[in-house]
């Protein structure tokens, strides 16, 4: 509203400007003798000073307000494409008559079609590291974590789970009578269970991350078959079927890996749930839990986990958010815009 505040008022300075003009002519022209006959003088039965400072008022409120909102509409069609430029979409809207508008529109246009391009540059080159990566992987590296992995969850891992039965048959057993003991047990056993939590997640980051010739889909469908084996939650999961880039099919992975990682060592979950799906040109991978959530502002300039996940989705042109409040869980999404290239088809 601001605007239009600014083109009716200065319309209206205009509008008075005026009357104090035509009434400065008149007086030149037609001397008066007497100043009482300025406001006793009609004019077609309407007195002067009316016709002087209430007409062009009037017509200079009226201009005002249609110049006003006007270029309100103006500036917010601007103001939309901006911003549709700054989330990687394409906002056309009405064409642009007015010849300086117009320029600018033009230049919007310039700036879209340039960021579309480099999210297309973006992508391949994520293709290429990811194909680059695949390539030079030594099998020594794998077989290494692949070792340390089994030996961790053959050792370590059966050893935190014998000691979780063993401490829930003492709690379930025990008749202590002093509540300081029992809370103590209990404490232990607690410790066990999140120290069985955290093995899992470094098993998780032990595995190699690439999908090794799997689609996406295929990879994620491998990991929540082997999480629902060994982790206590709740999976459920919407994954569509589509083909996608080598390159955006890795950075999704990776994220998805990251974020159940990031749950299973911090958000006491009981619940997990994961959709990938394709809508309007956009990829959309989201992970929500109902876990203990936390301050997204204070966690995310210090989260190792939060900003490489981030700057994953940058790097393949997606956005990425994530929404959490303590107690209420987390919710995690990204966004990538689909760009096809040439010579690709829809069958």
Same mark, same amino acid.
């Given at each position: 509203m601001r605007i239009i505040f600014k083109h009716v008022l200065t319309w209206v300075i205009y509008?008075?400007?005026l009357s104090l003009i035509i009434l400065g002519v008149t007086f030149y022209a037609f001397p008066v003798q007497d100043w009482r006959l300025i406001f006793e003088r009609n004019l077609f039965?309407?007195?002067? %000073?009316?016709?002087? &400072?209430?007409?062009?008022? *009037? @017509?200079?409120?009226i201009i005002g307000l249609t110049t006003g909102w006007y270029w309100?509409?103006?500036? +917010?069609?601007?103001?939309?494409?901006?911003?549709?430029? /700054?989330?990687?979409? @394409? +906002?056309?809207?009405?064409?642009?008559?007015?010849p300086e508008l117009k320029k600018i529109h033009q230049t919007i246009g310039k700036l879209q079609a340039k960021h579309h391009k480099q999210t297309e540059l973006t992508q391949r080159l994520a293709t290429e590291r990811a194909n680059e990566r695949e390539e030079i992987l030594q099998d020594v590296v794998i077989q290494e974590r692949n070792r340390l992995a089994r030996e961790l969850h053959?050792?370590?891992?059966?050893?935190? &789970?014998?000691?979780?039965?063993?401490?829930? $048959?003492?709690?379930?057993?025990?008749?202590? #009578?002093?509540p300081d003991v029992t809370h103590q047990l209990k404490m232990v056993e607690n410790m066990i269970h999140q120290?069985?939590? =955290?093995?899992? $997640?470094?098993?998780? +980051?032990?595995r190699?991350? $690439? %999908?090794?010739?799997?689609?996406?889909?295929?990879? @994620?469908?491998?990991?929540?078959?082997? /999480?629902?084996?060994?982790?206590? /939650?709740? @999976?459920?999961?919407? *994954?569509?079927? &589509?083909?996608?880039?080598?390159?955006i099919e890795d950075h999704l992975f990776r994220i998805l890996q990251e974020s159940i990682s990031n749950t299973l060592r911090h958000a006491k979950a009981t619940s997990l749930r994961i959709m990938l799906i394709e809508r309007d040109e956009h990829i959309i991978l989201r992970?929500?839990?109902?876990? *203990?959530?936390? #301050? *997204?502002?204070?966690?995310?300039?210090?989260?190792?986990?939060?900003?490489?996940? =981030?700057?994953r989705a940058s790097e393949i042109g997606g956005m990425f958010k994530v929404i959490s409040l303590p107690n209420e869980g987390t919710k995690i999404e990204v966004k990538v815009p689909r760009i096809h290239q040439e010579g690709d088809s829809d069958d």
């Open positions: 509008a008075l400007l039965d309407v007195p002067f %000073l009316s016709i002087v &400072f209430v007409i062009p008022l *009037v @017509i200079g409120l309100r509409q103006r500036l +917010h069609l601007i103001a939309r494409q901006l911003d549709a430029l /700054l989330k990687g979409e @394409i +906002h056309t809207g009405k064409t642009e008559t007015y053959d050792s370590v891992s059966q050893q935190l &789970f014998a000691a979780s039965m063993m401490m829930s $048959a003492i709690n379930e057993t025990s008749k202590q #009578d002093n120290s069985q939590l =955290e093995m899992r $997640a470094l098993l998780l +980051h032990l190699p991350v $690439a %999908l090794k010739g799997k689609s996406l889909q295929e990879g @994620i469908e491998e990991l929540f078959q082997e /999480l629902t084996q060994k982790v206590p /939650l709740e @999976i459920t999961y919407n *994954v569509e079927s &589509f083909q996608v880039e080598k390159g992970i929500e839990d109902n876990g *203990v959530g936390f #301050d *997204v502002e204070n966690v995310r300039t210090s989260s190792y986990g939060l900003q490489n996940m =981030e700057e």
